[in-house]
């Protein structure tokens, strides 16, 4: 059953497919807020540092929004093997029993 197959529930798999769903937001709010946390360089005297600190913090923030987009493609990629296992087990156990295709 696909309940034991290495001893991982599908619930399990599910749970921890969800909670990276929420740390994708959470990487994505953190990436808005590292691009948008600096005040604009004109705002400031010698406002160069903060153009530099600027270009950094938008660095910064891009790689973040990339982590979570991956973050988020596993989170949805757990879901799919879950369903695909669950799936075959359920054709699997109709072929046995003799109800389905071969």
Same mark, same amino acid.
């Given at each position: ?15 921890? $497919?969800? =909670? ?20 604009? $360089? ?18 910064? *923030? ?5 982590? =979570? ?22 054709? $699997?156990?109709?072929?046995?029993? *003799?109800?389905?295709?071969?």
């Amino acid at each position: 059953m696909a309940e034991h197959v290495f001893g991982i529930e599908p619930q399990e798999v599910r749970a921890v $497919a969800t =909670a990276m769903a929420g740390e994708s937001r959470a990487l994505t709010s953190a990436a808005s807020d590292i691009r948008d946390g600096l005040p604009p $360089a004109a705002s400031l005297p010698g406002g160069r540092a903060v153009a530099a600190a600027g270009t950094g913090a938008g660095r910064v *923030g891009d790689a973040v929004a990339g982590e =979570a987009t991956v973050v988020e493609v596993v989170g949805r990629d757990l879901h799919s093997f879950v369903d695909a296992v669950l799936d075959a087990e359920a054709g $699997a156990t109709l072929a046995f029993a *003799g109800g389905g295709p071969r």
